[in-house]
């Protein structure tokens, strides 16, 4: 079955420094979504992108997308401590009603 | 903006204890879901619901396990006789096939479970 694989599991930075994150899935999909939790929270939306997008921006986040690779990219700009949280990819195939299927997602700290 | 909402944030009981957690998703969503992620593990897919029935179902969600939308608004998750590892946080989600930045999932802030 597809999933979402993030790495690294820990990252760890600066405040003001740029964090990447990456997502390697094994099937055909319809779109990505990354999701945000900080500890013990719910998840929180933060961007899709669709299988014909390769780039898409929202605020401080910018997502790549590159079906050939079967990858995707978290790009968060002047990260700040309160972006502190994990950060899951997970992958919608649409076939049906397939559901969204989770990677493990990465640990982000921001160090003030 | 419209929220997912599920209660009790925090549930615990005893082991073969029967649970049910509720959910009240989106108004105008017509798909629902529960996943459940074990502390510090992934989010894992439980069960989908579709036009009053299941439409899938994972491998997690044996017989122990039912859903039900006993009315026009609430979405329930019950977990027939609890046992030690069923302890996770499960969130409901509900999502639109829609069109345009509409199309996405929203989760639930999620029912902390724990089993004694």
């Known amino acids: 079955s597809q999933q979402g694989e993030e790495d690294p599991q820990a990252l760890s930075i600066q405040e003001g420094e740029n964090a990447t994150m990456n997502c390697s899935y094994k099937t055909s999909i319809n779109n990505l979504q990354w999701y945000r939790q900080n500890s013990g929270r719910g998840l929180v939306h933060l961007i899709l992108?669709?299988?014909?997008?390769r780039e898409k921006h929202s605020g401080r986040l910018r997502v790549t997308l590159d079906t050939s690779k079967k990858s995707s990219s978290l790009l968060i700009t002047a990260s700040r401590a309160a972006d502190t949280a994990s950060y899951f990819c997970a992958t919608d195939s649409r076939s049906g009603n397939t559901p969204l299927v989770f990677g493990k997602g990465t640990r982000l700290s921001v160090i003030a | 903006e419209p929220e997912v909402t599920q209660t009790p944030s925090h549930q615990v009981t005893q082991m073969g204890q029967e649970v049910i957690l509720r959910c009240v998703p989106i108004s105008n969503h017509l798909y629902f879901y529960w996943y459940r992620q074990i502390l510090g593990q992934k989010v894992e897919f439980l069960v989908s619901f579709y036009n009053n029935e299941i439409s899938e179902k994972s491998e997690i969600f044996d017989d122990q396990f039912s859903v039900e939308r006993p009315d026009g608004s609430n979405f329930t998750l019950k977990i027939r006789s609890t046992k030690l590892e069923d302890s996770a946080m499960y969130f409901c989600?509900?999502?639109?096939f829609g069109t345009g930045d509409n199309y996405g999932y929203t989760f639930g802030s999620g029912t902390r479970l724990t089993v004694v």
């Open positions: 989600a509900s999502s639109t």
């Open positions: 992108i669709r299988s014909n997008e």
